[in-house]
């Protein structure tokens, strides 16, 4: 599997050389922050994380569907609900 995508995987190590900016030196005062300018990159970088949850995960018994199977008779959430609940 790794050696599929070793080629690609190499040339984005390569093709990302890190262009190292001198770093500033801040102090611990308001003056000095006013010195920071934020990188190019970041103005367009986009970041997020994505998680759902509903009213559905509160019994949160083994899935999500649990409001559904817990009415099929049979199944092992109805029987779960019928003897917890």
Known sequence: M???FF???LLVLVGCKSS?????K????WESMRQYECPEWFQDAKFGIYFHWGV???PAYKTEW???YMYVPGHPIHEYHEKTY
Not at 26 to 29: I, L
Request: glycine share 0%.
């Open 20 to 24: 190292r900016v001198p770093e500033k």
């Open 7 to 9: 080629p690609i995987i």
């Open 56 to 58: 559905y995960s509160v």
């Open 66 to 68: 649990y409001s559904h």
């Open 2 to 4: 790794i050696r599929k």
């Open 26 to 29: 801040f102090t611990a005062d």
